[in-house]
């Protein structure tokens, strides 16, 4: 069977409607919203998308609070690396 859309992807659904660059960006937020991501707590690719914001591991069985699309968002990455090395400094210093 040979492949339906070589360009669009999952956005073929949305045929000519909208305009290619909101397909586009809808794109790249529907493949990372389907994906599956490393789960941190067993480590298996197996973390999936259940609701806005919620993911579960259907290995280990965790459910991870998370971004609407991604499962950790940029400003999330910056406030864990934030807090990490503000404990650090702070068990350094005491």
Known sequence: MGRRTKKVGITGKYGTRYGATLRKLLRKIEVSQ???YICSFCGKNR????ATGIWNCSSC???IAGGAYTLSTPSAVTARSTIN???KMQTESA
Request: without cysteine.
């Open 47 to 50: 973390v999936k998308r259940v």
């Open 34 to 36: 389907h994906s599956a």
């Open 85 to 87: 090395r503000l404990r």
């Open 61 to 63: 069985g965790k459910t």
